[in-house]
Every structure is written in structure tokens, then in C-alpha cells.
């Protein structure tokens, strides 16, 4: 990390991770590649510093760094040591530990010899997989983190919201820049949608080369160091064909939001000649796709969801959908492109939905499907997304499946253009980019 590079604060991550600070759970935090989870491990850093924790204390290592790459579990364990104050907690932080071999009883050894706080990030499942579980026996709490939202982007590309004259009376929301520069909120939401929310474009700056090169080197990290690397690390051979993957991403990426079966992957590949420039004469197996998408999943690149019947409150085991986990690795794929954007704000509102820390399914009622039911305690939210609620024909279409559902939780339409009514027989009606920047 360059020297000056200055942190941004993200605060509903840090507090979490604050919340559990001297407790006896080791903190995980999860997430793709570049989302952010090493800066968020060197900032609850500077918070135990700030209240009053001694460097001595706090020791810090990055397994990608070069003066680490080669170490073992047993030289991990004699390095913390080592360094370990008598009479003192010692907070220790590890970042990308999934590298090192052996780690789990290293870190169990620790918990169990020293007086400590650990922390630790992955940018695999795999760390969290069953095997890590039987060496701490649950005691670890996982934070899942995720590329910028939203509000997040504005906050990192240095704007800020203001309240402004409407022509119309009252007043209106704008963006704001450094040099006083006054932007319609729709500027900065395609800004968003065009390059997403990978913090590392707010160091390069919104130019589309730039982007574009940032999120190349992602994906290009993701596939070889968290999916093809980790296989042989896990001494397993499954994913061996690289043309394959990708054009399996390809395809996840073309159809996020539509319900998809692993079977139909396969097929779909053959019939559209996508596999011909790869040495693969036939299809690929059920169970070799699904192995395929086990691992993207594991990543963190994409993220599945399942249906609920919600009057036979019950999951379907009938097909899900996927979602890309950041717009601007889609937009890096695909091209950049305007003839699926109600997929791709859908794909927006989903990520905002596990932000704000929902358990989110798709609902189905009847023939009817609900774009997203998101729980979480004994709260429960409806919501339905397109782009315009301005049509009468998109306003039945989207009310219909929430006015089938008999009890009293919120319903809510999420679109960019909500047209003149605010509610409908209770259904609210909000605007998409109000509503991504409501406080959480």
C-alpha cells in the first residue's frame, strides 16, 4: 500500500468489527478480492491505538507481502511469540492467512496460549469451509464485506449531498465536489453504474481506461490466485480449464437476476458454439459446472439466492438466481451496455440488501414472483425493482405480486422513475437513489 495513501472510513464494517473487539470470537472478515478487507483491518488498528493500545501490542502481517510469503505455520507461531508482552493483550491481525499452510493450528494455538484479540481476512469461503470450523469449534464470528455502496461511492469519490433550490418549490438533493461543482445525484448513480463500487477506483479516478485496468487486474487475481491457485493448494483438480471458467462467468454475468439451472449452463454453452476455441470436444458434466460455480461462489464473485414460497413459508429447491457481486467487473466483461439495466439496478438493490444486513430470498406467491423478500429479527421488507413506475402497464405488472400478500410487513417499488403517486393501497412507491442513501 503506497505510503500516503490515505484510509477511508467505513463505518458500518469498523463498528461491527469494534462490537466484538476484546471478545473471544475471532473475527473473520470476508469478501472479494480489493473490497477493502485489508484497509479495514489496518483501521480497526488505528482504533485500538487511538484508545490507548501500544504498538507493542499490536502486531500486523500480510501474507502477500514478500517478507511473509514463505512463512510457515511453525514460524508464525514463534514470530507472535516472540513478540508477545507478558501481562499485556496482544491484538493480531492477518490478512489473506488462507495462503499459509496449516494455518488453522497455528491460530487455534494462539487462542488457546496467549491472551489475544484475533482478526483475520479471506478472500475464499473455503476459509470458513468445514474444515476450519472443526479447528475453532464456532468460536469465530464472520463479517462479510462487499464492494462500496452507494452512498459509500459518493463518500469515497469526494462528494457530498446538499439540500438545493427545485425549480419546482421546495428544495432537491444534489452532489457536490471538492471544487464546489454541483452534479445531479443521476450523474453520480450512472457513474456507479458504470464503473461500480471497487474502492480502488477512487484512487485512480473516474476515467473509463483507468477503471477498466483496475477491474482487469481483479478479475485476473480473483481467477488465478482464488479459484485455479487454491484448487491445487487444496490438492484438488476440478477446476483445470480456464476457457471454461470464463466463459462460465461470462454467462452468470449475461444473466444475473434471470433463474438459471446448472444443467442449462452446460447446454447453452454447446448450442451457442461458445466452447469452440477450447480443446473441449463435448459437454461439460452437470457436476462439472456446478463444481465450476462452487468455486466463483467461493470467491465471493457471484452470489446466489434461492426461492421461498412465501404461503407455503418454505425454500424451492427450483432454479435461483445469481448476481455479479460488483457492477463494474460486470460492465468490464460484458461491455458497457443499456438493454438489461432493470437486471443490473435489480443486482445494485440486492448488494444493498445484505449491506443493510438482510437475509434476502426471492419470493414466489402463486404464478407470482417478488423480486426480493429481505429479513432480519422480526423485521421483514417486500420489494419489488424496475426502472420506471411511470407506465400503467409496469405498475400492475409490479404491484400485482405484492398486493397477493396477505400480511402487514412493508411493501415497497424501487425505480429510478417513480411517477406522480407515492403509495399504492399501502405498496410504497420510492425512488431508487432516495432510498439507497436513506441512513441505515
Known amino acids: 500500500m503506497i505510503a500516503s ?11 461491527k468489527l469494534i462490537a466484538f473487539q476484546d471478545t473471544e470470537p475471532i473475527k473473520v472478515v470476508t469478501g472479494i478480492r480489493r473490497c477493502g478487507k485489508s484497509s479495514l483491518l489496518k483501521l480497526m488498528a488505528a482504533h485500538l491505538r487511538e484508545n490507548g493500545v ?4 499490536i502486531i500486523e502481517i500480510n501474507f ?30 492477518f490478512d489473506e492467512l488462507q495462503r499459509m499452510a496449516g494455518w488453522e493450528n497455528t491460530i487455534n494455538a494462539f487462542r488457546v496460549d496467549l491472551d489475544c484479540d484475533i482478526y483475520i481476512t479471506g478472500s475464499n469461503a473455503y476459509l470458513l469451509s468445514s474444515e476450519y470450523s472443526t479447528y475453532l469449534s464456532g468460536r469465530c464470528v464472520e463479517i462479510k464485506m462487499l ?46 453504474m458504470r464503473y461500480g463500487g471497487m474502492p480502488g477506483i477512487a484512487d485512480v479516478g473516474l476515467e473509463q481506461d483507468k477503471a477498466l485496468t ?52 452446460g447446454n447453452t454453452l454447446v448450442n451457442e458454439g461458445l466452447l469452440d476455441e477450447g480443446n473441449r470436444k463435448t459437454k461439460p458434466s452437470t457436476h462439472t459446472v456446478q463444481a465450476y460455480v462452487n468455486a466463483l461462489l467461493e470467491a465471493y464473485f457471484f452470489y446466489d439466492i434461492k426461492r421461498f414460497d412465501i404461503k407455503g413459508k418454505e425454500f424451492l429447491r427450483t432454479l435461483g438466481k445469481y448476481y455479479i457481486v460488483d457492477i463494474g467487473l460486470r460492465n468490464y466483461l460484458l461491455g458497457f451496455r443499456n438493454r438489461d439495466s432493470g437486471h443490473a439496478i435489480e443486482n445494485v438493490v440486492y448488494f444493498e440488501l445484505l449491506c443493510r444486513g438482510y437475509d434476502v430470498a426471492i419470493g414466489k406467491v402463486g404464478t407470482a414472483e417478488v423480486d426480493f423478500i429481505a429479513t432480519k429479527a422480526d423485521e421483514k421488507l417486500y420489494v419489488q425493482v424496475t426502472e420506471s413506475m411511470e407506465s400503467e402497464t409496469v405498475r400492475a405488472r409490479e404491484l ?4 397477493k400478500i396477505a400480511d402487514n410487513y412493508e411493501k415497497i417499488v424501487l425505480s429510478l422513475n417513480s411517477g406522480l403517486d407515492s403509495s399504492y393501497e399501502g405498496i410504497k412507491s420510492l425512488n431508487l437513489i432516495d432510498w439507497l442513501l436513506e441512513s441505515k
Do not use: C, W
Not at 507481502?65 to 491484538?91: A, C, H, N, W
Open 5 to 15: 495513501h490515505k484510509l477511508r472510513k467505513r463505518d458500518i464494517y469498523l463498528n
Open 54 to 57: 501500544n504498538d507493542e501490542q
Open 64 to 93: 502477500e507481502s514478500y517478507e511473509f510469503i514463505k512463512m510457515t505455520s511453525d514460524d508464525l507461531y514463534q514470530y507472535v511469540k516472540e513478540r508477545s508482552l507478558p501481562g499485556k493483550r496482544m491484538y493480531l491481525f
Open 147 to 192: 464492494p462500496l455502496s452507494f452512498a459509500e461511492f459518493i463518500d469515497f469519490h469526494g462528494f457530498t449531498i446538499q439540500e438545493v433550490k427545485s425549480a419546482l418549490g421546495g428544495t432537491k438533493k444534489q452532489a457536490v465536489d471538492a471544487d464546489g461543482t454541483h452534479y445531479e445525484l443521476r450523474e453520480i448513480f450512472d457513474a456507479y
Open 214 to 265: 483496475l477491474l482487469d487486474g481483479i478479475y485476473s487475481t480473483v481467477i488465478v490466485r482464488d479459484i485455479l491457485e487454491r484448487e491445487k493448494r487444496r490438492g484438488q483438480r476440478q477446476i483445470t480449464d480456464a476457457i471454461l471458467l470464463k466463459k462460465i462467468i461470462l454467462f452468470l454475468a449475461d444473466n444475473i437476476g434471470s433463474s438459471v439451472s446448472v444443467s442449462s449452463i
Open 400 to 403: 400485482a405480486p405484492l398486493q
